[in-house]
């Protein structure tokens, strides 16, 4: 039971970067925005989804208390520096997104809209250390060379992933281009921190389970090439493999320790909730995961397609 | 400095901040809903404008909830990872179940209903609302389920000095649950009341456009708050039938606080006074009781709608203006009252709070208290800077529901006041 409620915590986490992460690369893309119609044009695309990506995050971390609560107080007491920098820069995020069409004049809103490019970058990078500082093991120094490599990676695999989105649903051109150039960066960048993950004696003696870290670097690439051949072409296909380069890193950790938690020496099965807990919230959970995603799915499909100049604005 | 003090600090100051916001979510969320409804079925623009006008309010005030309900989230993991090691079996479950049932559809909704407008069908539209209504008050159960079990431990068994979780039900029933989640219920109703008379009295002090709007809203907001008070001050008294006996160094009379403070010393060594609350405990309560009875009173303005009495003395307005942050406050000195005064436990008899502790050095702490403390304060202030330059702005075209290209309303003539003349 403690696996199955373990494989849940990593999608939730996995579906939070790869929605989320959509979210964060609009935002820093934002930089390359030359014109206040444009700034609005890609925030509007990502409009109806807002709320309903950042809320992943939310129970994912629910998950986390309720289910593997020595974890939690573990993981997010040991990683401090780099959990607290991710959740100032995501609660940044989330109130400047919302806030940013508030005031009347133009000057506020690009004020503003500077708040979100700065956050959404360093929401990316912190994401990017938390999920090294993972595989590195916790307790332990949190900010070496690994994670703070990583930390770029990520950067680099959200910008990319924006841009994909944005090539989907925004009529103009060009942001197909820029996921295109971006792409040899990411590359680059994963490869950096391979580089220092191997080079990390913490790192090697922790993730022993070799192949499945092969398996998830092959499966990140293939993602980013996928990505580099279809963007401009089939923008679908595109954002989906980009989507995929967002969830493998989790599931890589997750998968590489296994069955230790990220903590050292401890086991999931250890770190887990006690038996009467996890039946009680597979009781009431299990039953409510299709009313979930079924709502998602409805928001989705209500707001699907490109966006035009009918698309309704708020934020 | 000592960990334990700003770990305490900061908990106490992100959750008064978030609790500002929460209240006016849930007692503008159950007003939106009425308007809403009474537009569907009425069909009567001004039910339409109503809900466009405060619908934009309560999502600005939103923003802060999630910012801060984020922190709150993050702060048990990271400043508190004792209480998750010790009762984390228990106290876990229900805040998982908020996350999941609560916010996770409560967002999704939200979503949904603001960009919904004109978009989607009008039945569909208002079961949106309806949706977000019924998860913020889900999300407000569960959250004091999980209060309820660090004030008064039930329905749990200790096993190597870990609590497992035996009766779930039992954390449902509760004695320290069920009328505080009335109370904070009702409490959140007479912030929504008064905060929405309180806007609407200005624009009629100030005689602004769109008479007839706010004069409606004024008499919603005064109907509102008036069921609010009435509801919070019963289920205020209603806590002091059990208060003494689940927490006696709390509210028990002093034979029995002292003799629960010896009880525990004696058990677990120190001496009684280390098992006392500060002293100055009564003060919030006493505080928060004043404020109860003097809101109380917006009852007698209920006579005053007969032929607009209300409007026209004019001293109601400036009366329901003022009387705008006093419920804030009270909801502040009941959390003080409710959370400082089980100290020094944050699981009641079970787990101190100088257990509870993460390890994490003071230097670390410091900077996260002071960081966090001063990103959330900029926020809370600009967002109310926000809400009180947007409720200024009043109701000729709120950005919410806009639809495109559609002309700005020409706002109502306003009728002369008749005794003002
Ligand atoms: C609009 C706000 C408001 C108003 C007018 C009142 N309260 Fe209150 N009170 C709260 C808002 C609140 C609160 C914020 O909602 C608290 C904090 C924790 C809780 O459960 O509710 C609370 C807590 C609280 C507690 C603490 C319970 C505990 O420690 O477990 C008591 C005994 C009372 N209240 C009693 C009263 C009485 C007798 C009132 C009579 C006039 C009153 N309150 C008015
Ligand atoms: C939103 C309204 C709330 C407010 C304003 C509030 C206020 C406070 C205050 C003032 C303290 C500091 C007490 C002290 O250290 O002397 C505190 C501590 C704490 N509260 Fe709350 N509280 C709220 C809700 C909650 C809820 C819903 C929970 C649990 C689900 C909770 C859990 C805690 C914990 C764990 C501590 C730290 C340990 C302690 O000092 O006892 N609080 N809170
Ligand atoms: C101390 C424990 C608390 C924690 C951990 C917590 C956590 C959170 C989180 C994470 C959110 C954002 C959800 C989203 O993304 O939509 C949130 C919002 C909310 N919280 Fe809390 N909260 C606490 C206390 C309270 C209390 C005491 C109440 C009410 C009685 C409350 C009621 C709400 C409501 C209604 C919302 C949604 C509306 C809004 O965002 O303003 N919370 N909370």
Redesign the pocket.
């Known amino acids: 039971m403690s696996t199955a409620w373990y494989t849940l915590l990593g999608l939730f986490f996995a579906t939070y970067f790869v929605l989320g992460g959509y979210d964060y690369g609009t935002g820093l893309l934002l930089a390359r925005a030359r014109t206040a119609r444009e700034r609005r044009a890609m925030l509007t695309a990502v409009g109806p989804f807002f709320?309903g990506n950042?809320?992943w995050l939310?129970a994912a971390v629910g998950i986390l208390f309720g289910a593997f609560p020595l974890l939690e107080g573990e993981l997010l007491s040991g990683l401090y520096p780099a959990v607290a920098v991710a959740l100032a820069a995501v609660l940044t995020v989330t109130a400047s997104v919302q806030l940013r069409s508030r005031p009347a004049s133009e000057r506020a809103k690009h004020a503003w809209d500077r708040v979100i490019i700065v956050s959404s970058t360093v929401a990316a990078f912190a994401w990017g250390a938390v999920l090294a500082g993972l595989l590195q093991g916790v307790p332990g120094p949190v900010l070496t060379s690994f994670v703070l490599v990583s930390g770029l990676a990520f950067v680099a695999l959200v910008a990319t992933h924006g841009a994909a989105f944005l090539a989907l649903r925004l009529p103009e051109e060009g942001f197909d281009k820029i996921g295109r150039n971006l792409i040899p960066l990411a590359l680059a960048a994963v490869g950096a921190a391979t580089v220092a993950g191997l080079l990390s004696s913490r790192v090697r003696g922790h993730a022993h389970r070799p192949g499945v870290v092969i398996a998830g670097l092959a499966l990140l690439i293939l993602g980013l090439m996928v990505a580099r051949v279809t963007l401009g072409r089939r923008n679908g296909v595109a954002f989906a493999a980009t989507s995929l380069t967002l969830a493998v890193p989790v599931l890589l950790v997750g998968a590489t320790l296994w069955p230790f938690s990220p903590v050292t020496g401890l086991t999931v099965a250890d770190a887990a909730a006690s038996g009467p807990t996890l039946r009680l919230l597979s009781w009431l959970a299990a039953p409510l995961l299709p009313a979930l995603l079924g709502f998602q799915a409805m928001c989705w499909w209500a707001f699907r397609g490109r966006i035009d100049d009918r698309a309704p604005v708020y934020w | 400095m000592d960990p334990l003090l700003l770990a305490r600090l900061q908990f106490a100051t992100t959750?008064s901040i978030?609790?500002l916001?929460?209240l006016v979510?849930?007692g503008l969320v159950t007003v939106l809903v009425y308007l809403q409804t009474a537009w569907m079925i009425t069909k009567k623009p001004v039910y339409e404008r109503l809900t466009r006008f405060w619908g934009t309010l309560y999502l600005i005030?939103?923003v802060l909830?999630?910012a801060t309900?984020?922190v709150?989230?993050f702060q048990?993991g990271l400043n508190w990872s004792g209480l998750s090691h010790y009762a984390g079996n228990v106290f876990g479950a229900p805040?998982a179940m908020?996350?999941l049932v609560a916010?996770f559809l409560?967002?999704t909704f939200l979503g949904m209903w603001i960009f919904g407008w004109h978009r989607l069908r009008r039945g569909v539209h208002l079961a949106l609302l309806w949706g977000v209504a019924i998860t913020?008050y889900a999300?407000?159960f569960w959250?004091?389920v999980?209060?309820s079990f660090l004030q008064h431990p039930v329905g749990y068994e200790m096993r190597d000095g870990i609590a497992h979780l035996t009766d779930f039900g039992a954390l449902l029933r509760n004695q320290s649950f069920g009328m505080a989640f009335g109370h904070?219920t009702f409490a959140a109703l007479t912030v929504g009341g008064f905060l929405v008379a309180g806007i609407s009295a200005w624009h009629l002090i100030r005689r602004t456009a769109d008479y007839g709007l706010f004069r409606k809203s004024l008499r919603i907001g005064v109907v509102t708050a008036s069921i609010g008070t009435v509801m919070v001050t019963g289920f205020g008294f209603a806590q002091f039938g059990y208060l003494g006996a689940i927490q006696p160094t709390k509210f028990g009379d002093e034979y029995d606080k002292m003799a629960a403070a010896t009880d525990f010393a004696a058990r677990l060594g120190g001496s009684p006074a280390d098992y006392l609350p500060p002293e100055w405990i009564g003060a919030p309560l006493g505080f928060m009781i004043i404020i109860g009875n003097l809101l109380g009173l917006v009852v007698f303005l209920l006579p005053l709608f007969f032929r607009d009495w209300i409007i026209r003395l004019r001293a109601p307005l400036y009366i329901l203006l003022f009387a705008v942050p006093l419920p804030f406050v009270a909801a502040i000195f009941g959390w003080l009252f409710r959370e400082v005064g089980r100290q020094p436990w944050v699981v009641y008899g079970l787990l101190k709070t100088s257990d509870a502790v993460s390890p994490v050095s003071g230097g670390t702490m410091l900077a996260s208290f002071l960081g966090f403390t001063a990103l959330l304060l900029t926020l809370a202030v600009t967002n109310w800077y926000l809400m009180a330059r947007y409720a200024h702005t009043g109701a000729a075209d709120p950005s919410l529901g806009r639809q495109h290209g559609s002309p700005v309303p020409d706002p109502e003539p306003r009728p002369e006041p008749v005794l003002a003349a």
């Open positions: 709320l950042e809320v939310v | 959750t978030h609790f916001f929460v979510t849930l005030n939103y909830g999630i309900g984020l709150m989230e048990f805040l908020e996350t916010f409560e967002s913020a999300s407000a959250v004091m999980a209060n904070v």
